[in-house]
């Protein structure tokens, strides 16, 4: 069965303070995957996605890393704001099928 | 450059109703699926819908069923509203090329509809 767990469930770490979040995928065949990064009570946006050629891709202070082989993904997040605060859904689409899977997220809390 | 758009925001009903939810696609795209989100709970996929057509759909009863307008719009109705249909329903549009979905996946999702019911 394909799944896409994440780890940790939720996070609290101070302002300013680095974390990083986890997801580990069974999906298979491997199309691409993507964060995304949902407000409270708002629609996810998307923040990053990569493909199975791609091990690192950044956009600002957020950088996800890939490892096909592993079928393990990061997101880390540099110098938190709290803006920051959010839940962060890992996402994995199919190769070959329009099926993609969704985690069930890390809630993260930045605190001054 | 329109996103995508949900409505109501917000809405409360009891159990035994029924309700309407309703999505209009970011600009350019035709493909509209909907999503439940239970609180602290990833989006769980309910169905897809392309060409005025249901093309996939998830594991929810046929209380849940939906449609597309030519205009590409969507809507998604739930019936029997039980109190775990409580929960953030998001819209998510896509393009599909030529008969065949974006390869990238990509999906826009708007602001979502919170259902409460009592």
């Known amino acids: 069965k394909n799944q896409v767990e994440q780890s940790p469930q939720s996070l609290i770490i101070l302002e300013g303070k680095n974390c990083t979040l986890q997801?580990?995928?069974?999906?298979?065949?491997?199309?691409?995957l993507r964060w995304y990064k949902q407000d409270t009570g708002r629609g996810p946006v998307s923040l990053t996605i990569m493909t199975f050629s791609e091990n690192t891709k950044s956009n600002g202070r957020y950088t996800a890393t890939l490892d096909a082989d592993t079928k393990q993904s990061s997101l880390h997040i540099t110098a938190s704001q709290l803006s920051d605060s959010a839940s962060y859904i890992c996402?994995?689409?199919?190769?070959?099928?329009?099926?993609?899977?969704f985690g069930s997220g890390t809630r993260l809390s930045i605190r001054p | 450059d329109a996103g995508v758009t949900q409505s109501p925001t917000h809405l409360i009903k009891t159990r035994g109703q029924q309700v309407t939810l309703r999505c209009s696609p970011k600009s350019g795209h035709d493909t509209v699926s909907w999503y439940q989100q239970a609180l602290g709970q990833g989006p769980q996929f309910i169905f897809q819908?392309?060409?005025?057509?249901?093309?996939q759909r998830g594991n929810f009863p046929d209380r849940f069923s939906g449609h597309q307008f030519p205009n590409y719009s969507s809507e998604l109705n739930v019936n029997a509203l039980l109190l775990g249909d409580s929960a953030l329903y998001l819209c998510?549009?896509?393009?599909?090329?030529?008969?065949?979905?974006?390869?990238?996946?990509?999906?826009?999702f708007g602001e979502g509809s919170r259902l409460t019911v009592l």
């Open positions: 998510a549009s896509s393009l599909r090329v030529s008969g065949v979905q974006d390869r990238t996946g990509e999906l826009f």
């Open positions: 997801c580990n995928y069974t999906v298979s065949p491997f199309s691409n």
């Open positions: 819908y392309y060409e005025e057509e249901e093309r």
């Open positions: 996402v994995v689409k199919e190769r070959g099928a329009s099926k993609i899977i």
